[in-house]
Each structure stands twice: as structure tokens, then as C-alpha cells.
């Protein structure tokens, strides 16, 4: 299983951006998804959460009203759309898969991280 996240970049504060992750060797449908956030010095975090079918959704705190996070089972691919960003949203941004199924739910993937800069 591999995930590909892309979308990254610079953008000014009240800007937008829009992460996408397409996952290959794999059915993402049969996979919930998540997008983590790491900046420096910091630990990772949990930004936003989706379920494996796209009808359950949950936030952190830091971005509830700004992001959204949604998913295309049939392009195998999950976005995160980031509205009104802020400086402190800079970090580099990872997608998470994790099977649904009971036998497979140890196993965890993550992508490669894509860098997003918020400038002020």
C-alpha cells in the first residue's frame, strides 16, 4: 500500500489550499483515513478524520470551521480542503490509512508528507 499526498505549498494567511492523497495496492474504500500535521519541534497531530465511507467526519479543535475533509472512494483518493489558513498551520502534512476490516486493523499506512507554509 502506498499513499501520495500532494497539494503542498506557500500561501498567505486567509489563503487556501487543497491536499489530496491517492492510494495505490489498495481498495481505500476499506480504509479509514486521517490527515496528521507535524511542525517543527512539535509532535504529530491529528488534523481531521473520515470514515471509511465518508459519512462520519471529526476535526481538531485548531482547524473545526476551516478544513474540510473529504474523499472520492472511486478515484481511491482523500482531500483536505484548508480555508482561512494561519500562520500556525504551517507544518508538514501527512495522510493515514487504516484497514476497517478486524483482521487487518493493526496495519497502518502514511504518506510521504507534503509541506504546507503559511506566511503572515
Known amino acids: 500500500v502506498q499513499l501520495q499526498a500532494s497539494g503542498g505549498g506557500l500561501v498567505q494567511a486567509g489563503g487556501s489550499l487543497r491536499l489530496s492523497c491517492v492510494a495505490s495496492g489498495t481498495i481505500l474504500s476499506i480504509h479509514e483515513m486521517g490527515w496528521y500535521r507535524q511542525a517543527p519541534g512539535k509532535q504529530r497531530e491529528l488534523v481531521a478524520h473520515?470514515?471509511?465511507?465518508?459519512?462520519?467526519?471529526n476535526y481538531s479543535d485548531s482547524v473545526k470551521g476551516r478544513f474540510i475533509i473529504f474523499r472520492d472512494n472511486a478515484k481511491n483518493t482523500v482531500y483536505l480542503q484548508m480555508n482561512s489558513l494561519k500562520p500556525e498551520d504551517s507544518a508538514v502534512y501527512f495522510c493515514?490509512?487504516?484497514?476497517?476490516?478486524?483482521?487487518?486493523?493493526?496495519?497502518?499506512?502514511w504518506g510521504q508528507g507534503t509541506q504546507v507554509t503559511v506566511s503572515s
Open positions: 473520515i470514515s471509511s465511507t465518508g459519512g462520519s467526519t
Open positions: 493515514h490509512a487504516r484497514p476497517i476490516l478486524p483482521i487487518a486493523r493493526s496495519n497502518e499506512y
